[in-house]
């Protein structure tokens, strides 16, 4: 059974910042592109970052500068460092294993707000 569990999210004022962590069981951690994706109020869900198996990182114009993703194999878990947060940037994010299949965690809420 495939689980992705997210975690880290919260509140966070305007400029703060926050570390989402996604611990993936039941996969070949190592040979999967893992990504982040958030989908906010009224709006369809969009990538923020992804991270393949070889290191090649790719990231939503939105966020580049701000966001960096990682990825700890020997721990199944990748992570989404998140600085200067904006408050457009509040959205539930989603942890994304793809291969030949897409898993999806649960998400995690993240609000950027003073």
């Known amino acids: 059974q495939v689980q992705l569990v997210e975690s880290g999210g919260g509140l966070v004022q305007p400029g703060g910042s926050l570390r989402l962590s996604c611990a993936a069981s039941?996969?070949?951690?190592?040979?999967?592109?893992m990504g982040w994706y958030r989908q906010a109020p009224v709006k369809q869900r969009e990538l923020v970052a992804t991270?393949?198996?070889?290191?090649?990182?790719n990231y939503a114009d939105s966020v580049k500068g701000r966001f960096t993703i990682s990825r700890d194999n020997a721990k199944n878990t990748v992570y989404l460092q998140m600085n200067s947060l904006k408050p457009e940037d509040t959205a539930v994010y989603y942890c994304?294993?793809?291969?030949?299949?897409?898993?999806w965690g649960q998400g995690t809420q993240v609000t950027v707000s003073s």
């Open positions: 994304n294993a793809g291969l030949v299949s897409n898993y």
């Open positions: 039941g996969i070949a951690f190592s040979i999967y592109r």
């Open positions: 991270i393949t198996s070889g290191l090649n990182t």
